[in-house]
């Protein structure tokens, strides 16, 4: 880590002043679990850091507004998400996947905007967040704009922010609201690791029901870029019963995964379709065929 | 058995409230003036020349105070357990990614590691080998001037073939174990400090620190005399501490500067250059009659020893000792190598070749059960050495040698066992299936009998009144200090706040050996006892000289004449009169008892005992294997420190199970792909299934109270007994550990 | 640079660069050697603290985040040399062996009991599955955090 300057923005408009004068100088830091590791490594190209922490205050907020929609604010952490009684009452999907990350003591510093910024196309709570369509609002001197977190996200380690702008918080339509008190709504995340707990996602999957019955479904760790996986919700959606084969099929259209040290491409893609089976087994609907007797 | 005030016991550990309050200083914690920072200077190749090591630039950088290469090494360049093959400093060739070149010397870090960027080194790149069979291939480079065979084991007995050929089952498989790494928590750092007569003083963890001072010796030329080592405390070794690492690098850097230097590995460093378990590649072929008595075990093996020999060619020999494990099999047949390779450098890690064995043993066993239709336990039970009887490869052994009848007997009759059929069958996900597994181990403590195998104890009455009882054996946490405290206070009648005990250091303890083998209870163990009871022989004299008789007590007082008791004499009092006849300390020294005969391998003569049961589930559509619940049956003589015994059968269970299903340390064309703890997964507290830990207590009428070792033997069952409940759950049988989420769905998958 | 913050109830300040970590102030610094450094990318735990109430990984913290906040290491639990419940907890139970893992598990157990009195056995594993232990098995450890629990309850 070789830092030779390092600036404590002490609110939004001192931090937008900062990238507004110099736009590609800084390293934004918020909790500091994925910039840290990366600086140890040598994988940071700046040597100056905004760090952000201060921003606490201002972006640090979870409100339900009067349309019901949840605006989380980006310096959220993950902890506090996983602690929040609005999000337990209307999102509780998003809780089980931000109580996946790291452990309690990354979950205590790392924050939700720190999980959109670093892009990682296994980030624990982006498969949600997708599935739900939720939208990033930036904001720069210039003003603020808000787009779906689907396009915010380019890649590994890629968004569309501009070198001015920060991230300020997600918003949740209400439409996409499900939670375990609502018996109405549904939703499931499921995260695959080489052990049970502090461990990077092989694969993942959300899936969410809406207000129409109708499932969302996003994957992790699967692809480059987080995307809907629309083959797979318009099979479910409009099939009159499932098989394990079409679905299979419509599943590996969705999902792009690479070989790497934790996993094979051709594991990852097997899990994908079997954790999607096993979430729609749960959701109750029915396959045609020999159902939950092996996985291959 | 006769009732001990502190044997057997739940007492607090002797060094746990320093450990619990943060206040212990292991030794990259220790601090001392003017130290400098070192940074080692690594080969980016698995094989190759040194041409040539410039280091002007790098000696002419801020901060720096001596770059030190081959050439700065003043006596032998090179070290090693079984022979000094690795060098020190690389200056003619080096043989694995991580093999040191140069080192830097510099008031802090980041001035080091500067430097050791702008040091260029000349390679003529060497074809590697990275892969056993590559080792034996006609014409393959030789990695040492003798060969790239480091043992070559063939022995037989009776007629394999014909029995074969007669029996009612034959089973043959091949079983495939990767390299471990050992975590422990603590990386390897401490300091190397100079003497004034010349000498050096180090401060570095390690598991026998007379053996290094012999090392050492030779390679800065120095008399034993002007190295002073203290090799404890540590954080964990796991036999992973046992070779030198940083030794000879501190020692030399701390000559040349004539400052305390310093290095402390980073995470990524340790997994690059410390040791590894041996990978096995094991084809066995086992046969039994119809009524599943074993006749013949047929086995090949290969193994790599790494670059250098290290103890890795003990730790084959081991592996082969263990090929039997505690059966009679009248028809025998074992070959085995182990090649040197330009991988990971391989050494002792718990279980020593015995873990790798084993688990193709029991799974061939439990084949054998599974097509005769036999009871698993019984299988065993038939089938085991019995009280008396010798051993397959036809040595005698300990007569405790029944207590492996005795574990089978006491898992046959426990809950877990008679309810397995209740465990399986409370599964709700039609994708969860459920098994249970059994296995046994055996596992000899001590060196074996190729290898002088004494501990040396020693007592001084401290001028204090503190009795200070000295071993070197080393606390790397297994709780040696602890059992070492008890045995002492227990010997002598006082109590154990009188023990002060010293270990860990060359100067202020005799040789006890080393801190390995599941012998330190045992051996040290017993040496204490012996040089108790000497003291308690001198205390008997001064009653003689005294009061007229040599009827005493002893207690934590003193000691007092029994038919006189107003005679007493404070443990001060004691120390000043026993110095005034010139008897400073008392030592003694004890051999670890060796069976009668001798063969190529080594051969031990006590062995510990365990039996485990595992209940486990598969999620047959991620291939997740998830242990809920398990029981081990130690038989390691009596108990001695029952929070340790437990604490050794807990932690060596979730290691193991660890070894089983998710270790996988993988290596690419001889580069660690799993460099540090984010990619090598290791258990965490939501791994854990509940342990009951079961301990059947015989008396080893050799050990100390009955003991015998538990650090090694209750790592090795759980692995086989997880893979054979694998197969009961699911159906498969996983022969290529680790049995991953990934491996076990593509096993279904097949 | 100079920072000010509490340190195991005591008002401190330390000269810092932007380089440092919370690890290398208290280790360096302050010279408490007790939080180490195991794994330097918050994969182990070793170096756990509390910070204004939390558990967090030392060796991820810079040293900036860490002006006015209330840090506290497992040298400040004792208090008056009396151990803290849980250090008695982790003694009676056996739950410390080679012990280089204990004051990161400690303050992870601390952390908990301060914010939550009575966990669930879930919430014991969930708070120190960031802390690996590659001596104990966690057994005895899970057990130590529930006596803990056990007395602090008794206490109450």
């Given amino acids: 880590m070789k830092v030779n300057e390092y600036k404590m923005a002490s609110s939004i408009e001192e931090a937008l002043t900062t990238l507004a004068t110099s736009p590609t100088e800084y390293r934004m830091l918020a909790g500091g679990t994925d ?17 952000l922490t201060l921003l606490k205050a201002e972006l640090g907020f979870i409100t339900m507004d009067e349309t019901g929609a949840l605006h989380i604010g980006a310096m959220a952490t993950h902890q506090e998400i996983v602690e929040n009684e609005i999000i337990k009452e209307h999102f509780s999907v998003l809780q089980d996947a931000c109580r996946t990350v790291g452990s309690i003591q990354i ?28 939208e990033v609002i930036l904001i720069s001197v210039g003003g603020e704009r808000r787009m779906l977190l689907e396009d915010f996200l380019l890649g590994p380690g890629k968004t569309a922010i501009k070198s001015d702008e920060i991230l300020k918080e997600i918003v949740l339509p209400k439409v996409y609201h499900v939670s375990r008190s609502n018996v109405k709504y549904e939703g499931q995340y499921r995260k695959l690791g080489g052990r049970k707990a502090l461990t990077i996602s092989i694969a993942s999957v959300a899936v969410l029901k809406d207000h129409e019955n109708k499932i969302r479904v996003a994957y992790g760790a699967l692809s480059p870029r987080i995307q809907r996986a629309s083959a797979v919700e318009d099979y479910v959606n409009s099939a009159a019963e499932l098989d394990m084969d079409s679905l299979y099929q419509v599943v590996e259209k969705c999902v792009n995964p690479l070989s790497d040290v934790r996993a094979s491409a051709e594991y990852r893609k097997k899990v994908a379709a079997n954790l999607t089976r096993m979430i729609l087994m749960q959701m109750r609907y029915d396959f045609k065929d020999e159902s939950g007797e092996g996985g291959c | 058995m006769a009732e001990n005030k502190w044997i057997g016991k739940k007492i607090t550990r002797y060094d746990g409230r320093e450990k619990a309050t943060g206040a212990l200083k292991y030794m990259a914690d220790l601090e001392f003036p003017d130290a400098l920072a070192g940074k080692i200077l690594r080969s980016p190749y698995a094989h190759a020349l040194v041409k040539g090591v410039e280091i002007a630039e790098a000696e002419g950088m801020l901060g720096v105070v001596a770059v030190l290469t081959a050439k700065d090494v003043p006596g032998l360049n090179g070290f090693g357990i079984e022979g000094p093959d690795q060098p020190v400093l690389c200056g003619e060739r080096v043989r694995f990614i991580g093999d040191p070149v140069a080192v830097v010397f510099a008031e802090d870090l980041e001035s080091a590691e500067n430097a050791v960027e702008k040091i260029k080194v000349d390679y003529e790149i060497l074809p590697a080998i990275l892969t056993p069979e590559a080792a034996l291939e006609e014409g393959a480079i030789k990695i040492h001037e003798e060969g790239n065979i480091l043992r070559h084991h063939k022995s037989s007995n009776g007629d394999v073939e014909a029995a074969f050929k007669e029996a009612a089952v034959v089973v043959e498989n091949t079983y495939t174990t990767p390299y471990e790494e050992h975590a422990y928590i603590e990386t390897e750092g401490g300091f190397g400090l100079p003497l004034e007569d010349g000498g050096v003083e180090l401060y570095y963890p390690a598991q026998y620190c007379f053996r290094d001072r012999m090392q050492l010796s030779a390679v800065l030329a120095l008399p034993q005399e002007k190295i002073r080592i203290n090799s404890n405390p540590l954080g964990g070794a796991f ?21 305390p230097v310093k290095i402390h590995l980073s995470r990524e460093e340790s997994f690059m250059a410390s040791t590894k378990r041996l990978p096995f590649k094991l084809t066995m072929k086992t046969a039994a009659d119809k009524n599943g008595k074993f006749l013949a075990h047929k086995v090949f093996g290969i193994s790599e020893a790494g670059p250098f020999a290290g103890i890795s060619g003990a730790v084959f020999n081991y592996a082969f000792e263990n090929a039997f494990c505690v059966y009679k099999f009248p028809n025998t047949d074992l070959e085995g190598i182990c090649v040197f390779t330009n991988n990971s450098v391989t050494g002792a890690f718990r279980g020593f070749g015995n873990n790798q064995m084993t688990f193709g043993t029991e799974s061939q066993v439990d084949q054998i059960a599974e097509a005769l239709g036999m009871d698993p336990i019984k299988i065993r039970r038939l089938n085991c050495v019995k009280g008396g009887e010798r051993y397959s490869h036809g040595h005698k052994v300990n007569e405790s040698v029944i207590g492996i009848d005795k574990c089978l007997e006491t898992m046959e009759n426990s809950d877990m066992w008679k309810q397995r059929e209740d465990f399986k069958s409370q599964t709700v996900e039609p994708w969860i299936k459920r098994g249970v597994g059994i296995a046994i181990s055996q596992h000899g403590g001590g060196l074996g009998n190729l290898l002088d195998d004494t501990a040396t104890a020693q007592i001084e009455v401290l001028s204090s009144g503190i009795i200070n009882v000295k071993v070197s054996n080393e606390e790397m946490g297994q709780g040696s200090l602890t059992t070492f405290w008890l045995i002492a206070a227990e010997t002598l009648g006082v109590a154990p706040e009188m023990i002060e005990i010293s270990s860990g250091q060359t100067h202020n303890a005799p040789d006890s050996g080393p801190a390995t083998a599941s012998r330190s209870t045992f051996i040290a163990g017993n040496a204490i006892i012996k040089t108790a009871e000497a003291l308690k022989d001198e205390l008997k004299v001064l009653g003689k000289e005294l009061w007229g008789t040599d009827e005493i007590n002893i207690n934590s007082q003193g000691i007092y004449c029994v038919t006189c008791k107003t005679n007493f004499i404070s443990w001060t009092e004691i120390s000043a009169a026993l110095s005034k006849k010139g008897i400073d300390s008392v030592s003694r020294t004890v051999a670890m008892p060796e069976t009668d005969i001798k063969i190529d391998l080594g051969l031990h003569f006590i062995h510990t005992y365990v039996s485990q049961i595992v209940d486990l589930e598969v999620n047959t559509l991620t291939g997740e294997v998830t242990l809920i619940q398990t029981e081990i049956f130690p038989e390691a003589g009596r108990v001695i420190n029952r929070l340790g015994y437990e604490g050794q059968s807990e932690g060596g269970s979730v290691m193991s199970m660890g070894y089983t299903i998710m270790e996988n340390f993988k290596i690419k064309d001889g580069k660690a792909m799993t460099r540090n703890l984010q990619t090598y997964l290791v258990p965490t507290a939501a791994d854990i299934p509940e342990i009951k830990v079961t301990p059947v207590e015989l008396v080893e009428k050799e050990g100390p109270f009955g003991a015998k070792g538990l650090g090694e033997p209750a790592s090795i069952p759980i692995t086989p007994a997880i893979t054979n409940a694998i197969y009961d759950a699911a159906g498969i049988r996983i022969k290529d550990l680790p049995a991953s989420p990934e491996r076990v769905l593509m096993e279904l998958c097949k | 640079m100079v920072i000010k913050f509490t340190l195991n109830g005591e008002r401190v300040s330390a000269p810092v660069d932007n380089n440092l970590r919370l690890l290398d102030l208290l280790r360096d610094y302050f010279k408490l050697t007790g939080a180490k450094e195991g794994c330097g990318q918050g994969e182990c735990g070793a170096c756990t603290v509390i910070m204004d109430g939390r558990a967090v990984n030392a060796c991820l913290i810079p040293v900036r985040q860490v002006e006015g906040t209330e840090v506290l290491t497992i040298e400040g639990l004792e208090k008056d040399g009396e151990m803290d419940i849980v250090q008695k907890a982790f003694l009676k139970e056996g739950a410390i062996q080679c012990g280089y893992c204990s004051p990161g598990m400690i303050m992870s157990v601390k952390a908990l009991l301060m914010n939550n009195p009575n966990p669930s056995r879930k919430e014991l594993v969930e708070a120190i599955a960031g802390n690996i232990c590659r001596c104990t098995g966690y057994t005895k450890i899970i057990k130590a955090a529930e006596t803990a629990v056990e007395e602090t309850c008794a206490q109450e």
């Fill in chain 1, 35 to 51: 910039v840290l590791p990366r600086f140890r490594d040598n994988l940071i190209k700046e040597d100056k850091i905004l760090d």
């Fill in chain 1, 107 to 134: 979950k205590n510093r790392g924050t939700i905007g720190g999980n959109i910024m670093n892009a990682s196309p296994a980030g624990d709570a982006l498969p949600v967040l997708i599935a739900a369509d939720a």
């Fill in chain 2, 239 to 259: 036999g992973g501490k046992d070779d030198m690492l940083l030794q000879p690098i501190l020692a030399l850097g701390a000559i040349k500067t004539g400052r």
